[in-house]
């Protein structure tokens, strides 16, 4: 669904209480607040959950927006806290369960982000591995750019940043994804080469 | 072609960088601009002077168009990945009904109280016995309580006499032909060994039992950016038997 057909009636009905409207408004942003879940939500973190967590938010708070202008900015805040709450929760939640069962004693190795890519044969997944090691500032305008709906414009009304500062954002994200597969792909080669020179010894 | 955010982070003496030939044509640009050209083609966002500004400097600079492939094909990986990702996002509705969360919350409290595995699990699964919770306002029976607490009975007098063991073995078998013991994982996990005095050394382990509940609706409990805690739905969808 088109989210740039939002118009500032259906916000206002919407803060006012009007459940149709509402549910419009939710249809409309559900895609881009997903996007931004996603920039943001620890790796291990269920975007679904954060998702429906988000929009639970949304029945709850709606009234509290003062204005419609400040809609967009509003609900990509509860995304970000809803991410970052529970990226906090599942660190918790992990080092308890980790303490409890004694697994640091018994699997000290842990796998690093950098193990699972090379387990990862799949080119695209390890393209999408990059993008989401990009800085949130890049990150963020960079996957909201992957949204059809979304433009420039829009991704700046979103993020409250000029549309300028949008485009060179994702210009520059794209710009480091290359530079950070360049650098994977020669780390590879060099390791190839060290193991291959391991071989003949 | 110009950006703020661009023109903060380097030496504005860079636009001058821009070579430009006889006709004043636009032939080399500095990074940062190049992309953002770049990007704008991919975009879709370019303008007349962009296409013009892109033609003059892939005639001296035909490497901008692998430049081009090779970003357009990354935008384009990630997409994908980022659709396949977001795939479910039309299914997410707004919950319906009111919100008020206080029969839940007496219902979370019975479940920490009584849910042992289910209290220690990092995910908590709440269930509900019949109407749907948000709009339910009574709380639970004696009856749902019976259902919700393990038959360990001390009223028993067969349970009584058992030993653990035994009283163990009880529950399982009793539990397995109601239905609501699916079995206990076959790995115990040891958490703590220590020597005694006589000799003897202490195990203390963990015994993992799977109970089964039949469920009409279920619930994550999730926080708020308060801490407060709050219902998020689970979403099921029924199995469909294929008839071939």
Known sequence: MHEQGISESIIESAIGGDRDALNTLWQQSRRWVAAILLAHKPRETDLEDLLQVVAMQVCRKISTVREPKAFKSWLRTIAINTAREEGRKTSRRKRSMLKFVGIEQMNPKSVSPVDVLSEDSDESKRIYQAAMSLPIGYREPVLLRCLRSMSYQHIGEVLELPETTIETRIARGRRMLKEILKQQDHQHDESSSLRAIGGVR | ?244
């Open chain 2, 1 to 244: 072609m110009s950006t703020d955010e661009h023109n903060s982070s380097i030496d504005p003496n860079e636009k001058q960088v821009n070579k430009v030939n006889e006709t004043n044509e636009i032939i080399a640009l500095p990074g940062d601009e190049r992309d953002v050209l770049i990007s704008r083609v991919i975009d879709g966002a370019a303008s007349a002077q962009d296409w013009a500004t892109f033609r003059g400097v892939a005639a001296h600079d035909p490497s901008i168009w692998s430049e081009l492939g090779e970003t357009q094909s990354l935008h384009e990986s990630v997409s994908m990945s980022v659709a396949d990702e977001l795939g479910f996002v039309d299914q997410i509705e707004l919950p319906g009904g009111a919100m008020d969360d206080q029969p839940l919350r007496a219902r979370l409290d019975l479940v920490s109280r009584w849910g042992g595995w289910a209290a220690a699990a990092a995910i908590l699964l709440v269930w509900f016995f019949g109407s749907p919770m948000l709009n339910r306002q009574s709380d639970l029976s004696d009856g749902d309580q019976a259902n919700l607490i393990p038959n360990f009975g001390s009223s028993n007098p067969m349970l009584d006499k058992a030993r653990p063991d035994q009283a163990f073995g009880q529950y399982i078998a009793a539990g397995q032909q109601s239905g609501q013991v699916v079995g206990e994982m076959p790995e115990q996990i040891v958490i703590e060994t220590r020597p005694m005095p006589d000799g003897t050394i202490e195990v203390l382990y963990l015994r993992q039992i799977i109970e089964r509940q039949i469920i009409d609706h279920a619930y994550r409990e999730m926080r708020d950016e308060t801490g407060k805690i709050f219902p998020v739905p689970v979403r099921a969808n029924p199995i469909i038997e294929k008839s071939y």
